[in-house]
């Protein structure tokens, strides 16, 4: 099962992530790039641009949100969310992070 979700920017939605077989992979939308006025890069290590980056593994940046130690222990404990489903716990938890990024899970219909 293949999961998304959409990357904001200040309330600005800037991109998607995906998991795949494969890893993961993110992409800037294009109206984000194409945005009036000055615009950033969700984190240095992801430039602006048209390309989809690719990765075995989840992005440092994304990773970086998830929250750690007692806070991860209780966000596992309440949702069930194994400890080790990194994108998982991403989508379930950084709908409201700290800092201007937020992640809004895409609901997908697998018929």
């Given at each position: 099962?293949?999961?998304?979700?959409?990357?904001?920017?200040?309330e600005k939605i800037a991109g998607i992530i995906?998991?795949?077989?494969?890893g993961y992979e993110f992409q800037y939308n294009?109206?984000?790039?194409?945005?009036?006025?000055?615009?950033?890069?969700?984190?240095?290590t992801l430039p602006i641009r048209h390309e989809?980056?690719?990765?075995?593994?989840?992005?440092?940046?994304?990773?970086?949100?998830?929250?750690?130690?007692?806070?991860?222990?209780?966000?596992?404990?309440?949702?069930?969310?194994?400890?080790?489903?990194?994108?998982?716990?991403?989508?379930?938890?950084?709908?409201?992070?700290?800092?201007?990024?937020?992640?809004?899970?895409?609901?997908?219909?697998?018929?």
């Amino acid at each position: 099962m293949m999961r998304k979700a959409n990357v904001y920017f200040k309330e600005k939605i800037a991109g998607i992530i995906t998991e795949t077989t494969e890893g993961y992979e993110f992409q800037y939308n294009n109206s984000y790039i194409n945005s009036p006025g000055k615009i950033n890069p969700i984190s240095l290590t992801l430039p602006i641009r048209h390309e989809i980056y690719y990765s075995p593994i989840l992005f440092p940046f994304f990773d970086g949100l998830i929250p750690e130690g007692w806070l991860l222990n209780i966000a596992v404990n309440n949702w069930k969310i194994a400890a080790r489903d990194r994108f998982g716990l991403l989508i379930t938890l950084c709908n409201d992070c700290i800092g201007a990024v937020s992640i809004i899970p895409i609901e997908i219909n697998n018929e």
